[in-house]
């Protein structure tokens, strides 16, 4: 017979001792006890067991009655873990991927629904029996044990229910004191990430919640292109290159009520004589090389929609004339046609010019400045906006770690410290080269400072990276080579330093960065050990 009681004590030193030596006394065995701490107080939950009829619950109930302090005795249900064990089962069997954890002995822990159901199998047959019991294409996860992981394996597995194509991961599990007790493999089924992919290339377009970054600027241009996103008015987005002006213009179509297509037209791609034609059309016959039925242009095409005209600064004069007709009639005549044709789309323009000077100096004309200068949309650039330069790291990394096949990984702070010190000319786009860049050379879970590289870095000086060093083999593997060539560029600029901290300096590292990298390559410079302290 099984009792479950909840007992409620003032706490004191010996509650347990005491209910032990009880419930021995009366020859019945305790199977579960768990201590919760509550201020002056103890909540105990126990579990007994005792095959004697008349070891009844009266009889429970007064036995324990006589240990002191107790303030509150009653039978129940479920312990506390009983509960949690039940909430992690059913949020394990309502997940899409296969799990299958062991302990530190190789024996089966968990298993939940999906792996069941792909094994042909009930927990209750598997739970405690040694993993290679189970017949799985490998027993990868015997190396977690070893403190070893892997992410993202493909793996082929052939039962009874049909061929089974998936991504494993596997970790080990550890307790606090950071001990191996386990480990976990973690399947996905690879129809389902195809579907995942071709859902995310056939996404939503980019919204406002999509963009990353707290700073009170950017915030602020959000709000004001939520608020404008519905109406119909030219919008006029300002920034330098690479901040996120055809994102931010994509942001506020989709936030718009307008069911047409998003169409972007770099006007500075495209030269003169071309760039007419591709904007208003034209008629078929109507130059050399002209299709036969015309064409019609980009703003047909963004009907109902929005028609973002970028780098609009670079618009030759000459069309200049004819947008500003096009922005104040709502229609368009195509390349050798006679009849005006009405247009329904709204129009987003950006620049990285200084269109204010532009007009001073008679390159870009004033009335059509002010016809596209009605709702202007300032994007900063990323050095005035540096404290959201570690999420845009987080967010960049997260979208590179799957695309990698790697594990979560994170800068050092000697690295985040040099994406600090940088001026970035190329905004966020330069950033997530940069950190795409640090994410592929890196091997570890850490990117140290020594994997990035800024684009004035490659080919010169510190950080160079060549695709052949001379004096090295052919067959040497990547890391191999950034080890050497790191060793000889520390080793010239130390040459030419009076101290660790003037190379440092030179290096674009922290005194304590470089003096682990000495360590690690082994450097000794003779006469010079004094100085590095």
Known sequence: MKMKLYLLFNERLGIVADISTLVAGARASITSMEVERKHELAALYLELENGRPEFSQEKLLELLGKVPGLIEMKFIETLPQESRENRFRVVLDNISDGVISIDADERITTINKVARRLLDCEAEEIIGKHIKELHLPDYNLLECLKDKKFSNVKKDFASA???????????????????????????????????????????????????????????????????????????????????????????????????????????????????????????????TGAKKDGKPGLFQLADGGTIFLDEIGEMPVSIQAKMLRVIEGRSLRPLGGTVEMPIDSRIITASNENLEQMVEQKLFREDLYYRINVLPIHIPPLRERMDDIPLLVQHFLFQLDSRLGKGPQSLTREALDKLFQHHWPGNVRELKNVIERAAILSDGDEIDIDCVFFSFEIGKGNGTLKTRLPGTRGNQSLQGLLDLYERRIIQQVLEKANSIRKAAKTLGLSHTALLNKVKKHQIVMEGKQTTWR
Do not use: W
């Not at 606090?176 to 990430?193: F, L, P």
């Not at 919640?209 to 602020?220: S, T």
């Not at 004001?224 to 330098?240: C, Y």
């Open 161 to 287: 229910k049909g061929r089974f194509q998936y991504f494993a991961t596997g970790r080990p599990i550890k307790d606090s004191a950071g001990r191996i007790v386990g480990a976990v493999e973690i399947g996905k089924d690879m129809q389902e990430i195809k579907m995942l992919a071709q859902s995310i290339a056939h996404a939503n377009p980019m919204t406002f919640a999509d963009f990353v970054g707290q700073n009170p600027v950017i915030r602020q241009a959000i709000l004001f292109s939520q608020k404008i996103a519905k109406t119909n008015s030219i919008v006029s987005i300002r920034g330098e290159s690479g901040t996120g002006k055809e994102v931010f213009a994509r942001a506020i179509h989709a936030a718009s009520d307008r069911k047409g297509p998003f169409v972007a037209v770099n006007c500075a791609a495209l030269p003169e004589n071309l760039l007419e034609s591709e904007l208003f059309g034209y008629m078929g016959g109507s130059f």
